[in-house]
């Protein structure tokens, strides 16, 4: 392990320099290309009020995500009435989403416990 130590440091140096030498001309190009998305002036008023809109925005859009909600629970209510119907394919479309569910469960248990792995014997 320590002799690749010196092989990572002069890896990094180089990705340092090419970020230093390539830096500036990848920002002016960014720039250039979404020119369009850009508020001028840049006011902090402009800014609170892109804030605003964003908000207010995001909040408009809940009876629409409130509305999808319930009609994927009446489709999934659906699929367990007329469970004899239910082929492979969705039951495993099915399982993948509950292993999803219980994924982001447990990454966010370890999230909020600050990154600490406690109750296992590892």
Not at 30 to 46: A, F, G, R, S, V
Not at 102 to 111: D, T
Request: proline fraction near 3%; include cysteine; charged fraction near 20%.
């Amino acid at each position: 392990m320590a002799s690749k130590i010196p092989q990572l440091q002069s890896k990094v140096t180089q990705a340092s320099e090419v970020v230093a030498n390539n830096g500036a001309s990848y920002y002016k190009l960014l720039m250039e290309q979404n020119k369009h998305y850009i508020q001028d002036p840049p006011t902090i008023e402009k800014c609170q009020s892109l804030a605003k809109q964003l908000f207010y925005t995001r909040l408009a859009s809940i009876p629409h995500r409130y509305n999808a909600f319930w009609k994927e629970l009446d489709h999934a209510k659906n699929l367990l009435k007329n469970r004899k119907d239910l082929n492979i394919e969705n039951a495993g479309i099915a399982a993948f989403f509950g292993l999803e569910c219980f994924a982001w469960f447990w990454g966010g248990e370890i999230v909020g416990r600050g990154f600490t792995f406690t109750g296992y014997c590892v």
